[in-house]
């Protein structure tokens, strides 16, 4: 939800399949890009920015292998759209280079066809023009071996659902870029394309995608262990950027599914993890929390129902507490929220029906009281079993709303759609519905809030933010 054209009112942004359409408050289709449906489906969400320095928002759309960015009244923008490997699954915006200018990174499920230069990491300037150092593999700027190979230093997978975030991590002014991957691994990654220097504890792993999130610390250390010990799988993973133990420099943030050392069984709940720029682990969090219980979403449930996002949410919950709360649904059918000292706020049940899964929460105040509310839509492999749920800050349920046919899968949107001071909630559903079987049914509900307020929305749209960086701003 954004004022795209500076008219004082916004616009409502949908993907569906491969195209995207804005409406505006009152519903009615200001216009509509269906170029991208080419291509093939849009996965990460749309990024709303100003990218050419212009003062007007631009969009960002992927649709597997092209990216397009779109003026406000959906024209294609000069150098646009630019290829990338398939399937782009994660975009998200930020000044990486440090020029002044927002820019657009990208990253796939595919690597590169060499075997040489792995990659899946790509940023682009708002020309289209690659950003330099981008590719990082094939442009040499990693800083490690990363070849297809037993002895590779740096272990380059792809990346399967939103796994990216930017912000800064070191302090330098410069935005740098997270990005867990398909294994136990996370890259960390300066502007320039070069991999953070790993802690020298990780032993033979110079640089941050190298280093294997093993559940123990000691084993993490040497790299290796016996055949059912945990470590992460960051394949759905959507990570963040927060301070949270308060000393001024800002922690990566992950939420990744367990599994043994042999990856038999992936069904063993998930592991939360906050961890330095250097993927050594602040004092409290040596190891993950971990919410061992499975019900459902660690793989995909067929009929186009894929495996649930890892997507954690960070916001301040519980003002009495030091440190924001981070929040998210493990595999277990419910949804966690967690103190920064790594002890568990609460626990609540959503589901116990395996075919039932949510993407994630938003947070923001809908009560004008200025405590923040937990928001999240629930979408299922079977008809009218999903629901938009609201629970207070300690987790307490105040609403459960059924949701017609699939649910939604995209986390929901609070936003002040209609320009009247308080918050709407606005859902897309999962699939559209026919009338007739020529009428399309509403695809997207948005509903009133009322005596709610616009100024404590926390993180209030996926990924946090309409840049998508899951970044938590310090200021």
């Not at 212009?54 to 646009?80: C, F, K, N, P």
């Not at 899946?120 to 690659?130: D, E, I, Q, R, T």
């Not at 790299?223 to 308060?246: C, T």
């Amino acid at each position: 939800v954004a004022d795209l054209d500076g008219d004082g009112e916004n616009e409502i942004l949908v993907t569906h399949n491969g195209n995207i359409v804005a409406w505006g408050p009152d519903g009615a289709q200001k216009w509509r890009f269906d170029e991208s449906r080419e291509y093939g489906r849009i996965w990460a969400s749309p990024l709303v920015a100003d990218f050419r320095g212009d003062a007007q928002l631009e969009v960002v759309i992927a649709a597997r292998t092209r990216i397009y960015m779109l003026d406000s009244s959906g024209r294609v923008v000069d150098g646009w759209p630019v290829a990338w490997n398939d399937e782009i699954r994660a975009l998200a915006a930020g000044d990486v280079d440090g020029d002044g200018q927002l820019d657009v990174v990208a990253a796939s499920t595919d690597r590169t066809s060499t075997d040489r230069t792995p990659d899946v990491l790509m940023a682009f300037h708002a020309s289209g023009a690659p950003v330099a150092g981008f590719p990082p593999i094939s442009s040499g700027t990693i800083g490690c071996d990363a070849r297809r190979s037993d002895d590779a230093e740096c272990w380059i997978v792809g990346v399967y659902d939103q796994n990216l975030a930017i912000g800064d991590l070191d302090g330098d002014g410069a935005q740098d870029i997270v990005s867990p991957m398909d294994n136990s691994y996370a890259g960390f990654y300066h502007g320039t394309g070069e991999a953070f220097d790993a802690n020298p504890m990780f032993e033979g792993r110079p640089k941050t995608p190298g280093v294997r999130y093993m559940h123990d610390l000691a084993l993490a250390q040497q790299g290796f262990g016996d055949s059912r010990d945990l470590q992460a799988y960051f394949k759905n993973s959507a990570p963040a950027i927060a301070d949270v133990d308060g000393d001024g420099t800002p922690e990566v943030i992950m939420l990744a599914a367990a599994e043994d050392v042999d990856m038999s069984d992936q069904s063993q709940g998930v592991g939360l993890w906050v961890v330095r720029n250097d993927a050594s682990r602040i004092p409290g969090w040596e190891s993950p929390f971990y919410a061992p219980d499975y019900l459902s979403g660690g793989e995909d449930l067929g009929g186009n129902i894929v495996a649930a996002t890892q997507q954690v949410t960070v916001a301040d919950l519980d003002a009495t507490r030091a440190g924001p709360e981070m929040i998210f649904a493990g595999l277990d059918g419910r949804i966690h929220a967690v103190y920064a000292d790594k002890s568990e706020y609460w626990d609540v049940e959503y589901t116990g029906d395996t075919q039932v899964l949510t993407g994630g929460v938003v947070v923001g105040d809908l009560s004008g009281d200025g405590i923040p509310e937990v928001v999240f839509n629930t979408y299922s492999t079977e008809e009218n079993r999903s629901h938009l749920f609201v629970l207070n800050a300690g987790g307490k349920l105040l609403h459960k709303i059924p949701l017609p046919r699939l649910g939604a899968m995209p986390v929901p949107t609070l936003a002040d759609v209609n320009g009247d001071g308080t918050i709407e909630i606005v859902v897309s559903l999962r699939e559209i519905g026919w009338i007739d079987g020529q009428t399309p049914e509403p695809n997207t509900y948005v509903y009133t809030v009322p005596r709610s307020s616009t100024n404590c929305l926390l993180w209030p749209t996926a990924r946090g933010n309409l840049y998508r960086n899951g970044w938590v701003r310090a200021d």
